[in-house]
């Protein structure tokens, strides 16, 4: 005879878990990119997601725990500059996320 286990409660707070190893934000910084560079990151990734499944963005929660050490991951894993791009030529997440918000600013904004 065992006793039954209480159920756990569910509840969401943020992690506070560090993601990204230490200095991360400053080694990745080191390497600055230019409008174009970024551009044709964009384009790059927009390719890799038409070539590559099973990527799925990261949840608001994780995003904000990676932009708290100033850092972020591109689609395939890598980790880069907040708004940066990976040693493969990706973008970061929050760049693809930010451009999609301005996307759809822009659609609201025009009728
Ligand atoms: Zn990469």
């Not at 409008?35 to 995003?63: I, K, M, Y």
């Not at 932009?67 to 791009?85: F, Q």
Request: a negative charge; proline letters at 12%; one cysteine or more.
């Amino acid at each position: 005879m065992t006793d039954p286990v209480p159920p756990q409660p569910i509840t969401r707070v943020p992690t506070g878990r560090l993601w990204a190893a230490p200095r991360l934000a400053e080694r990745l910084g080191a390497r600055p990119i230019t409008v174009e560079q970024l551009a044709a990151a964009l384009a790059r990734t927009h390719e890799w997601f038409e070539a590559n499944s099973g990527w799925a963005p990261p949840d608001p929660e994780t995003l904000a725990d990676w932009a708290a050490e100033g850092a972020c991951r591109a689609p395939d894993d890598c980790w880069t500059p907040l708004h940066g791009v990976c040693r493969h030529g990706l973008v970061a997440w929050q760049v693809v996320i930010d451009e999609l918000e301005e996307l759809d600013a822009a659609t609201l904004r025009k009728p």
